[in-house]
């Protein structure tokens, strides 16, 4: 078996590509034969406890009895159709789920394959709303920094341009509107001068801006950061104050991880437009939603199109779909919130012994969210051996470790995913240092 893996590894690293990595990537990946449970288990028996729900989408853990149920049941009767022209129970199910816990006045849903393309669908539905109003002057999107919205072209254009991993393509991305990241940070308290800049930034430029876009309440790969529902509420006003379309980017955020099911919920508040994706499939297949009120399809309807310009291939796919229904029910059916609670209480605990580690600038936790932020980036390579010898995974970067453990993580999951994050800024040190 070890042999075996050794030479899966050496036959990956002449043919595939990994996710922001170079080719052949600096540091060989690990191996996995299989995934239960909580666990990931390596083809050389090893078993490591996954403290990153495979990037934020496998809430419910892997190979759960209903999901792999529901799969198994729709790909007896059809596992893909194109949705042009054409409709199916699953997709239409699935968006009645949608719209029935999304917040108030959201009720139609565009389906699309990913996280990013959804964000690509919530900037066109804004532009070709004002197209269809008659002001194609209002092209241009108003964001903040320490944002992260996906990796391609639009998506791109509205991630942080320092922090958002995508500066080299600015000579292509289309000029966006940053305003500073939202302040303060979550539990303090929110007044208006925490508002000021952005609201100058948006009168000044509300001629050309066709929607503010955020990440609710969370902040995640441009920062892993937790700002105020203040913020977020006074955001609310100025869309409405200037009749500006609030796109809600809750692709990480959304079905409970930050505690409540929306990140929009901690603010009571409802955006024009929202996209939900990860955690929407629990982990098992990629698919993602654009939902929007009825105004916004109407306008979008008035356009010269007379339609939404997008249609992705497996847009609506049955099998996504289908499971994306079961994950939803699965979450719904249980007490999720003490779930979280449960948790972010054991989080607390566990990353508590690192605030008073000199390289640590700050410890912070929400909902199902550990972050340790360290005051220099650290070695990603060696931070990952030191997980790997506590038997856990996670996937550190630059100043950030954290996890976003499946919520069907136990407690001892939770203490082993913490010991392990705890030693690893104790332990690994600053290149040269």
Known sequence: MMDESRDLVARDRTVVWHPYAS??????????????????????????????????????????????????????????VMFGGLT???????????VAIAPEGLSHVFFSDSGSVAVEVAIKMAIQFWLGRGRPERHRMLTVRSGYHGDTLAAMSVCDPATGMHHM?????????????PTPEFGAT????????FRDLLIANRQEIAAVILEP?????????????????????????????????EIATGFGRSGMLFGCDHAGVSPDIMCVG??????????AATLCTPEVARSVNRAESGALMHGPTYMGNPLAAAVSLASIRLLLSQDWQATIRRLESRLVDGLAPARGLANVADV?????????????????????AVCTEHGVWLRPFG?????????ISTDDDVDRICAAMVDTVSRVTVTGT
């Open 23 to 80: 080719m052949p990537a600096s540091m060989a990946p690990l191996s996995i034969q299989s995934a239960h449970g909580t666990r990931l288990v390596l083809s050389d028996g090893r078993e490591l406890v996954d403290g990153m729900s495979s990037w934020w989408a496998a809430i419910h853990g892997y190979a759960h009895p209903v999901l792999d149920a529901a799969v198994r049941d729709q790909i007896g009767s059809m596992s893909h």
């Open 88 to 98: 199916h129970g699953p997709a239409v199910e699935l968006a009645e789920q949608l």
């Open 169 to 181: 393509f600015s000579a292509l991305l289309p000029q966006q509107f940053f305003a500073p990241a």
């Open 190 to 197: 929110f007044d208006d001068s925490n508002i000021a800049e």
């Open 217 to 249: 309440i969370v902040q995640g790969a441009g920062g892993m950061r937790f700002y105020a529902p203040g913020f977020l509420s006074a955001v609310r006003s100025l869309c409405d104050e200037h009749d500006i379309l609030l796109i809600a980017d």
């Open 278 to 287: 990860k955690a929407m499939t629990g982990g098992y297949l990629s698919m």
């Open 364 to 384: 912070r936790v929400l909902g199902a969210i550990g972050v340790i932020e360290t005051r220099e980036p650290l070695p990603m390579d060696q931070m990952q």
């Open 399 to 407: 100043r950030l470790v954290y996890s976003m453990p499946p919520y």
